[in-house]
């Protein structure tokens, strides 16, 4: 090993019980590397995963970045460790020092606009950032509203305001892309208020409840800057000339000259694409999945995955993630799974019914949910049409809103009676968590014949990996259609659409999926502008 000042000594795989003191971390340190505990400048915890496969040893793993006196002094180690040589990565926000009079408008305010929206204002580009729906007060207070009395404004609900859909979720920031820049976003998201463990949780999530907070304190942050965000300011038109941005339409009467433009609507802004589609923006189909939400009691799932010691302090709400691969059906997986969590109304067009999962930062509710999700592939659509896919969410959501009774009640279904497909006639023991309110019904008629097959194959398996997972008195709950965008905006290696200036990103342009993968997609897509002013 080679000794370069600055760097780190990367351990992984040490493991502790979950009645040890962490305090013993730095001895084991010593043992690993073979080292005085002298040598050991200091160690901080990178992450820290639960190990439950031994429900009699359940064990706490961590990743350690450690600093030495002399790295050269390591001349052996436990090779039961994975240990590295580690430097960390520090994100350079870049400054542009010229005065630039550019008109930068970024479009949605979800992880995606946000994120780029800020690195805009850290290079001094001073962008203007436009939401279609309200703030987040405002927003909240139309949310409950229509869990209260079935009144959706579709403009400010689950799925548009500040935050974007994100912010009635988990909060969670586990992401299976392997991207260095995210230690930026937990960075930026700590400072705005997250709670700092989501630095090496294994597992970590803020909770809506506190990403409420993180979201105004990160718009306070672009205004402080020198950006400039508005709401209530909703996207309908373009002007094009000769294949280059000019100007944005907002309500359909505001005139807003531009010369680039960020494109981070969220996945449901479904006016948005029929807009663009026809200006001419590039647009894919691109395949999605759609399913149920599933509720279980909390306690038995922790019982399941921890059990005797399900509940030790340390172990918190239990999370799954499951997927089933099937002969002659489509696979089925799980998907925003919420530990202690709710189902929520996520409609966001008058006449239909959508279900998502949401958690606050203690995940303390009585049951805990998850999306049972099947793919759906482009040649299921109706037709070659680039938007072909949003026809196909709507006539699903549409079905679910009449088999709930066209009030924006839900249609759901115990597992067991769904298994045996018949109707269920009253709720047990499992009581559903969806607001505005439930209606038993069968949910045979709010999906395709080919996703309820799917769903009825896989479940009895998914008990084998979680037992208890197809208790009978669990709740189905439907329909989940907005897992992902159902298209992709076309954009070339600078992050660039067809038409010059316009710059497709985040989820709902079909380049990320989550709050840290669009967070990560929304710096890439501003790092591009500021490359392209630093010229």
Aim: net charge positive; hydrophobic share 40%.
């Amino acid at each position: 090993m080679n000794s370069e000042k600055n760097k780190l000594i990367r351990i992984e795989e040490v493991a502790l019980g979950l009645d040890d003191n962490e305090e013993i971390l730095k001895a084991m340190i010593s043992q690993i590397l073979n080292l005085p505990e002298s040598d050991i400048i200091d160690y901080s915890i990178v992450k820290k995963n639960i190990d439950s496969r031994q429900k009699r040893n359940i064990l706490l793993i961590y990743s350690l970045d450690v600093k030495v006196k002399d790295i050269k002094a390591i001349k052996k180690f436990d090779s039961r460790h994975r240990v590295r040589i580690h430097e960390p990565f520090v994100y350079q926000a870049k400054k542009i020092t010229q005065k630039i009079n550019k008109k930068i408008v970024v479009v949605g305010s979800g992880p995606c606009g946000l994120f780029a929206a800020l690195l805009l204002a850290k290079a001094g580009l001073k962008p203007l950032l436009i939401e279609r729906g309200k703030d987040i007060d405002s927003r909240v207070k139309d949310v409950n509203k229509f869990f209260q009395t079935g009144d959706l404004n579709p403009q400010s609900n689950i799925q548009f305001g500040e935050g974007g859909a994100g912010t009635f979720s988990d909060g969670k920031l586990y992401t299976l892309i392997n991207d260095p820049r995210s230690k930026y976003i937990f960075t930026e998201l700590i400072r705005a208020g997250a709670p700092e463990e989501i630095a090496w949780s294994g597992t970590p999530h803020i909770g809506t409840d506190k990403l409420r907070r993180v979201i105004k304190n990160i718009r306070q942050e672009i205004i402080r800057l020198g950006g400039k965000i508005k709401f209530e300011a909703c996207l309908t038109d373009l002007e094009i000339e000769q294949g280059k941005i000019k100007a944005i339409i907002v309500n359909n009467k505001t005139k807003i000259p531009v010369d680039d433009l960020i494109l981070a609507t969220g996945h449901s802004a479904r006016d948005t694409y029929q807009m663009l589609y026809d200006r001419k923006l590039k647009i894919q189909a691109k395949a999605f999945a759609i399913g149920l939400r599933i509720e279980h009691q909390a306690e038995m799932i922790n019982k399941a995955q921890y059990g005797a010691g399900y509940n030790h302090p340390k172990l918190g709400p239990a999370k799954y993630k499951l997927v089933q691969h099937l002969d002659k059906q489509r696979s089925v997986y799980t998907f925003c799974m919420c530990p202690g969590g709710y189902v929520m109304a996520a409609a966001s067009e008058a006449g239909g019914v959508v279900v998502n999962g949401m958690s606050e930062y203690a995940q303390n509710g009585e049951n805990s949910n998850s999306a049972l999700l099947v793919p759906i592939m482009p040649s299921d659509f109706s037709s070659n049409h680039p938007l072909a896919g949003i026809e196909f969410q709507r006539k699903w959501e549409r079905k679910a809103y009449l088999a709930g009774g066209s009030d924006y009640s839900a249609p759901a279904q115990l597992v067991g009676d769904f298994l045996q497909a018949r109707v269920s006639q009253k709720i047990k023991n499992v009581k559903p968590s969806y607001w505005p309110r439930i209606k038993l019904t069968s949910l045979d008629s709010c999906l395709p014949d080919y996703v309820i097959a799917s769903l009825r194959a896989a479940l009895p398996l998914m008990n084998n990996k979680i037992k208890g997972f197809v208790h009978p008195e669990a709740v189905l709950t439907g329909v989940e259609t907005r897992s992902s965008a159902p298209v992709r905006l076309a954009r070339d290696k600078k992050c660039e659409s067809n038409i010059s200036g316009i710059y497709p990103a985040g989820e709902g342009a079909g380049y990320a999926g989550g709050i840290v993968s669009s967070a990560i997609d929304g710096l890439t897509v501003a790092e591009a502008l500021i490359a392209k002013y630093l010229k």
